[in-house]
Structure formats: structure tokens, C-alpha cells
């Protein structure tokens, strides 16, 4: 989670499987020897890609003039061209100068972020940007700096000149890494808890996020949705852990599969009668 909260800037924050596995084994043998008549639930990792932390800023969320992109562009001029010229040179293809290439127009933009995983050209006096796209995920906090001056400088504009850092945003290769390390997290919880099949009923807390982003779960006929707005969203406002009413819809889901596994009552709670997230004042 913290390699993602700080938008894979930090490679090293990723824990190895071997690591969660050791640890994940530990924890949950201690638990088991600690009581050997005691039961329980265990839950998977949702999908954190989907999280409203990198789902609510788009981004394409810089509102530009016409004069104010056409006055942006100036800036880049040098920047383009140079690209084109190492295209030329083989330096690199065309796909990336088409990537890397600063274009605003009018009304929504991608702003410019910092990239590194396109070709380093430092040694040619040009900096690893790019314009953000739809493939990107945008941090939460992004709205926070995304056209401010820093310092007051008028030509310095995050998002326009001054680049919107690697902590604010999931590039395509970081989302992937971080569905990869899921699923294999995933799988040793999954046959951690196969192993331990009459102490242990596996909850697909991941499956479970997934469909409410689909639309498909809600609570007496009440939708509940993938995201921080109220009424219906199921997260608190940081866009990362459940607020009450997303908290007692995940509980429904664990009691139902307590429930079934072990013919146990535990009665089930109304998810509308929790508070979900505040309207604006």
C-alpha cells in the first residue's frame, strides 16, 4: 500500500513474495496455535488500482483558455523539437516522441508529469516528461498542487511547467506491478487458508470491491458505489479505507461466509443505517 500511496516513486516499498509469505505463515500459525478451538475469517487483497485515491482526479483535470494553452505551448517548443530530432537520429522511436511530445488545447488537458520510465536523455539537457493520458492513475492529493504557483511565480504552474512528480501518479508499468505482486499475495492467502479448511473460510474481499465498481452490489435496493461521493460511496474521504456504510457492507459479506461455513446466526446489519460521507456545506 505505501508503494502505491506514493505512487511507485520508492521500487523497494514493493515486498518480495517470499517476504509475505514468511510473515503472512507467522502471524497466522500464531493465531491458530494461540487458541486451537478458535475460527476464523480471513480476507484477500482488493484491487488497489481501483481505489477513488487514484480514480478521482482524471487525468485529463487542467481546464486551459485558448490563450493560456496556446501561451503553455510556447514553453515547449524547443522541448518538441528536440524530440523530433532524436527521432532522426535514432535515438529514439516514434512512438515515444508521439508520447512525449507537450500539445494543450482548449478546455480539458493532461497535465505534465515526470516519467521514468521513458528514455533517459538527461545527458541532452531534456527531462523524462510527458503529458499524463488515460492510461495513467492520479493520486488524490494531486488536486491539491495541480495549477498552483509555487512561490507565487506566475510562470511556474504545476501541471504546466513544473512537472506533476512521480509520487502523484501510477504509471501503466507501476499499476502493473502492483497486480502482480496482488495476485500472488493473493494465492498464498488463498492456500494458506486451504490448508486450514476446518479453522478457516476464505473471503473474496477482492471480488467483493470489484463488484461494487461494477454497480452490482447494493443494500435494499440501495446502490452502493467505488467512491468517496455521498451518498452512495462506500470510502472514506482519504479514497483508501471504507467509511462506516462501505465497513458494514464488507462485514455482510464476512458474516454471510462465516455463516454458511460453520451454520452459525450472526445476524446481519443495514448498511444504510451507518453514515456514509458528509454532502458539501
Request: charged fraction near 15%; hydrophobic fraction near 40%.
Amino acid at each position: 500500500m505505501t508503494y502505491a500511496l506514493t505512487g511507485g516513486a520508492i521500487p523497494e516499498l514493493l515486498t518480495s513474495e517470499q517476504d509475505f509469505s514468511q510473515r503472512y505463515q507467522v502471524a497466522l500459525g500464531t493465531m491458530l496455535q494461540a487458541n486451537p478451538e478458535a475460527k476464523g475469517a480471513i480476507g484477500n487483497i482488493p484491487n488497489i488500482n481501483a481505489l477513488p485515491y487514484f480514480n478521482t482526479v482524471p487525468w485529463n483535470a487542467l481546464p486551459l483558455s485558448d490563450g493560456l494553452a496556446n501561451l503553455a505551448n510556447g514553453a515547449y517548443n524547443d522541448y518538441n523539437s528536440a524530440l523530433s530530432n532524436l527521432v532522426a537520429a535514432g535515438m529514439i522511436s516514434e512512438s515515444e516522441r508521439e508520447l512525449r511530445n507537450i500539445n494543450f488545447t482548449t478546455g480539458q488537458n493532461g497535465f505534465v508529469i515526470e516519467d521514468k520510465t521513458l528514455t533517459d536523455l538527461s545527458g541532452l539537457g531534456l527531462p523524462p516528461i510527458r503529458q499524463s493520458n488515460a492510461e495513467d492513475k492520479v493520486a488524490l492529493t494531486t488536486g491539491q498542487i495541480l495549477g498552483q504557483t509555487p512561490g507565487n511565480d506566475p510562470t511556474l504552474i504545476y501541471g504546466v511547467t513544473v512537472p506533476i512528480g512521480d509520487e502523484y501518479v501510477l504509471l501503466p508499468s507501476e499499476q502493473n506491478a502492483m497486480t502482480e505482486k496482488i495476485a500472488a499475495f493473493n494465492q498464498i492467502i488463498a492456500t494458506a487458508v486451504s490448508a486450514n479448511t476446518d479453522r478457516l473460510v476464505l473471503i473474496d474481499a477482492e471480488g467483493f470491491m470489484d463488484d461494487i465498481g461494477k454497480g452490482l452490489i447494493s443494500s435494499n435496493n440501495v446502490p452502493l458505489t467505488n467512491s468517496i461521493s455521498p451518498p452512495n460511496g462506500v470510502f472514506s474521504t482519504d479514497g483508501v479505507h471504507p467509511n462506516a456504510r462501505g465497513s458494514a457492507a464488507l462485514a455482510n459479506y464476512f458474516i454471510t461466509a462465516i455463516n454458511g461455513k460453520w451454520n452459525s446466526t450472526i445476524p446481519m446489519t443495514n448498511p444504510n443505517a451507518f453514515m456514509g460521507n458528509d454532502l458539501p456545506r
